[in-house]
């Protein structure tokens, strides 16, 4: 008898971390799938780049982040992109995401008038809308979302109802990292610089249900810029 639940559970396990596997897959972009992306983003020079901001700490930059900003600097010594701007509040920590991603953009040798922040994103698709609002404003039209191939395949589908089908998905390609990683640096910044005094963290402003509404794109701002 203890010997059969033993085996049921090790089978439950075995078939929950498959089930997870498969979601992780059915929910990311495949490699082949990342790949094309950005063989067809090759041909295109975007007015605009879009990337998605991430918590930070002052411990530094996590891998999350350095990843996003190295594949913006790979994206704009390309000419893939003319201008890149980085999305995010304050919403995990007191520092504004856009504001300490575009230091570290600029640290890595971007140059800084074509680098850019929006800092009232709070959610996903608040990053990329917020970044074609503020970027329309500016007279740039032609847009594209520069992040990791789980994050672009989340807002693909938004990005073509909300904004448009011309706007361009350019999933983060991990072998091209892979062979940046060697020259990668992990720069100093005024980091202090991007502090907000007011701070008070997502979760303890709203309610589960509202962040999961700003989740699908319900607490958008249409007049934020």
């Known amino acids: 008898m203890f010997l059969m639940v033993t085996i049921n559970k090790v089978v439950l396990i075995n078939l929950a971390f ?3 596997v498969f979601l992780l897959h059915a929910c990311s972009f495949s490699d082949k799938a990342t790949q094309q992306y950005y063989e067809k983003a090759s041909s295109e020079s975007y007015e605009m780049i879009a990337v998605p901001g991430v918590p930070f700490t002052e411990a530094g930059w996590d891998s999350t982040m350095k990843a996003r ?3 913006a600097k790979h994206l704009y010594d390309k000419g893939i992109a003319k201008n890149i701007m980085f999305s995010g509040a304050s919403v995990g920590s007191p520092y504004y995401e856009g504001e300490i991603m575009a230091l570290y953009a600029v640290a890595l ?10 800092i009232k994103a709070q959610h996903s ?4 809308y917020y970044v074609f609002l503020k970027s329309k404003k500016m007279g740039f ?5 520069a992040t990791d191939p789980f994050q672009a395949k989340q807002l693909r589908r938004f990005a073509k109802e909300r904004i448009g089908e011309d706007v361009g998905i350019i999933p983060i390609v991990f072998d091209t990292l892979r062979k940046m990683q ?4 992990n ?3 005024d980091y202090k610089s991007a502090f ?7 979760k303890s402003k709203e309610s589960f249900w509202k962040r999961l509404r700003g989740t699908m794109g319900k607490n958008i701002d249409y007049n934020a810029y």
């Open 18 to 20: 498959c089930a997870a």
């Open 69 to 71: 900003v190295y594949w």
């Open 109 to 118: 040798g971007i140059p800084k008038e074509h680098v850019f922040s929006e």
């Open 125 to 128: 698709v608040e990053n990329l």
């Open 141 to 145: 039209t032609k847009i594209a979302l």
């Open 182 to 185: 060697p020259f990668m640096i």
């Open 187 to 189: 720069p100093a910044i």
């Open 196 to 202: 907000d005094s007011n701070y008070v963290s997502l």
